[in-house]
């Protein structure tokens, strides 16, 4: 309620800033960030809209720059946590040329949009154009980090997901199977990476009735890794260090 209060407060002086629409513009976006932290859509779209406004005054006719995608992007985020997808759609499509046109094709800002926007896509159903991004993004991670490095994990993750959805159940489970290999490899058996994985794997597996077993054994290792970790969660704040430092501390350097 305190937070709340202040951030009230400091959306009523805006007014002061009048006169400098950089940093008003950096201010919405941040108070509009605490907002959408608090699932207060509206008020956070109203902010990154304004941000936005401003950030196109101070441009005037020159190309669209990275704040102006991030601002973007913002909105984009607002949108899907209202399930307005199409909406969401535009917006990050429209970040995601600018993106381009500023960085380059595969910048890891420019992978960060098309995950993202792969993602609102898979929302609407439109599988074909959900996988080709997370393709084109698993493609810029390899390229970027190698074969073996958990943001490869993560989009195949993303991957395995989409193509899960569209029914291609034995080649998401191959996809799936690599996430899970890479991640066993990066954090270890006992970590929310591996069972993550180990949870998707038997979603995935769960679709092919005669696997129905090796899904559930699936699911039960991965309950037991979340049941042991909570347990060492627990320990660790008795003994005065927070569960999430202990589980840090343990994970290898990315």
């Not at 997901?161 to 996809?175: F, S």
């Not at 320990?235 to 350097?253: D, E, L, W």
Request: hydrophobic share 40%; glycine share 6%.
């Amino acid at each position: 309620a305190k937070l709340r209060e202040i951030i009230d407060q400091t959306v009523a002086r805006k007014k002061e800033l009048a006169d400098q629409p950089e940093l008003a513009a950096s201010v919405d976006e941040a108070l509009g960030g605490a907002y959408f932290r608090m699932a207060e859509y509206q008020r956070a779209e109203t902010l990154f809209k304004e941000a936005l406004r401003l950030r196109e005054f101070v441009l005037g006719d020159r190309e669209p720059t990275p704040e102006i995608a991030q601002c973007l992007n913002y909105l984009g985020l607002v949108y899907s946590g209202q399930s307005r997808w199409p909406e969401a759609e535009e917006r990050h499509t429209e970040a995601l040329q600018i993106q381009q046109a500023h960085f380059g094709p595969k910048h890891p800002t420019v992978a960060d949009t098309m995950s993202t926007l792969g993602w609102v896509l898979m929302q609407q159903a439109k599988l074909d154009e959900a996988e080709n991004y997370f393709r084109l993004v698993l493609g810029m991670q390899r390229e970027r980090h190698g074969a073996r490095h958990p943001n490869v994990a993560t989009a195949l993750t993303r991957l395995g997901t989409v193509l899960t959805q569209a029914g291609r159940v034995r080649d998401a489970e191959e996809v799936l199977q690599e996430a899970y290999r890479i991640n066993l490899e990066a954090f270890g058996h006992d970590s929310l990476e591996v069972a993550g994985s180990l949870n998707l794997l038997a979603v995935t597996m769960a679709i092919d009735l005669p696997r129905l077993g090796r899904a559930l054994q699936l699911y039960r290792e991965a309950f037991e890794i979340r049941e042991r970790l909570a347990r060492s969660d627990s320990s660790a704040r008795q003994t005065g260090t927070t569960g999430a430092s202990a589980v840090v501390a343990s994970q290898p350097a990315k």
